[in-house]
């Protein structure tokens, strides 16, 4: 198990690294949300987080305003609720930048379980039951890189909780490199 005071300190300087890379990029993207779309730049979801804690985490809008909120996967329809720069910011995960803050805060990590939406409550309390709720939430995660939004809810979970288990630096950087391997390919994202 990797100490908890290791990952943030690992979180924060890799957090801080990026935002500074990415503010450019980040800015451009911003312009676009704004532009081509009525509504705010940032979408604010409340999540779950470690200890079952809620927090809000933003993430670049990608649906029109009034959209449902569930996970995407649940919409009869979601193509109509996304808007056009949605798909792209979507398939390639970039809607995911603005978490960064969300890291540098400490509400969450670079690898751990996605965040459920507070809504979630089968995913919330099978969670709780593995004791995945200890962990403080993820950007990405093992369960995020063997199959995304394809798995089903008791399949997420056993990855989530086999992660808590196995927790170590070298499983979080194998995570990550997946990570990106999984974003480039576009692998196992449906909306």
Partial sequence: MMPLH???AFDLVLASI???LFAVPMAVIAILVRSTSR?????????VGRENAPFSMPKFRTMRVGAPVVATHLLTNPGR??????RILRATSIDELPQLFSI???HMSFVGPRPALCNQDDLI?????????????G???????NGRDELVIPKKVAYDAFYRTHQSFTFDLRILWRTCVVVFTR???QH
């Fill in 6 to 8: 290791t990952k943030r």
């Fill in 81 to 86: 609720h996304i808007t056009r720069i949605g």
């Fill in 139 to 145: 950007l990405t995660g093992w369960a995020q890189i």
């Fill in 39 to 47: 509504g705010p730049v940032l979408y604010w979801s409340r999540r």
């Fill in 187 to 189: 692998r196992g994202i």
């Fill in 104 to 106: 540098i805060e400490g």
């Fill in 18 to 20: 990026l935002l500074v």
């Fill in 125 to 137: 309390a099978l969670r709780t039951q593995q004791g995945v709720h200890e962990l403080t939430p």
